[in-house]
């Protein structure tokens, strides 16, 4: 008999127990987890599956990887006499990254007939904004995935909408934050009402493709998706072939910061014509790292997708940030192999 299990994600606790029951009509057919921590140096912890008709499954997490620990109890959980529906439905725990998870575990998936569905990501309307473009640990909603998780909320939202097939959207669709959501939700994602909708019927007709999933989200291949502008949410593309001074882009990131404003994208650096430069702005946390290379240096650019919401002028003064953090040809002719970005983006080997 071959399966279809379901993946969903949130980073609420409480929207985690009522999905769990309210989802889809069959109790004996969504399971929620709860991540258990094990002071011992031999394991994480447990992984209990629990659904609403009381049977709790248990399987113990080993290794040094939290979410490789996971998918490999879920791929246990799999065998059990109790997970024979033909449309299982799990909830994952607060916290897991969807793409550190899925591509993986839809391969691992392949040997034992089962498939990997829709993979969702739900959230409520009314908390979107601040959970989006404010930086909130995830320790203080009780949604980290371990003791000394220092995530915010908004990385999890942010990575997860971006990477998911399906967003569960509660609340009001119409409001400010249903509206940033659908600012940042990309076109090819559906969105939904938890409760509203058929979930169980529009999910029957998912089958997850990871890379195509991984492709909304990797730095070089991200889009500016825009949306509904009645509560003053507005999306930037801002796109040059120039690469990003060495040090105005640190005056860039302030700017960010000080907006409060999701951005994420990637850049180049004179020094590191090679290099895809990641860069990631949540709220006040700007982040930048590397993503690996350029197919051919030609084909080096910087495009960064900005959303927030408040007055226009705030979208103009990010703009003229950003046209001044560009390199200019002066820049580029004299410049330095030492960047002083190793810590961010590794050792530059045009140093040597």
Known sequence: ???TIHLLSTANPILSDLLALTLIPDPTAIWQTRLTQDVSESTIGTLTFSNAVNIEITEELTGT???????????????NPYTRSNELFVILPPGVELPHLCPTFAADLKSIDVTLGAVTHALDATNATSELL???PLAERGAQLIDDDERCLAEIHAINMGYADLILLCG?????????????????????HPFEDNIAE????????????????HPSTLQAWGGPQTHGTWTLDLTSSKALHPERLFDFAQTLSDLEVYARGCFWVPARPDVVCAWDALGTHVAISNAGNWETPSEAST??????????????????????ALATETDMLFAEPDDGLDQWLGE?????
């Open 1 to 3: 008999m071959h399966r």
């Open 65 to 79: 990887c939290v979410t490789c620990a996971i998918r490999t109890a879920l791929i246990s959980f799999l065998h």
């Open 134 to 136: 404010a930086h909130i």
């Open 172 to 192: 009001d669709h119409n409001s400010p934050g249903g509206e940033l959501v659908e600012h940042l939700r990309p076109h090819d994602t559906l969105l939904a």
């Open 202 to 217: 529009l999910v029957i007709s998912i089958d997850h493709d990871p890379q195509r999933a991984l492709a909304r989200i």
């Open 303 to 324: 495009h960064i997708v900005v959303v927030g919401q408040g007055e226009e002028t705030m979208a103009q003064h990010i703009e003229d940030a950003f046209a001044h």
């Open 348 to 352: 530059n080997v045009t140093e040597e």
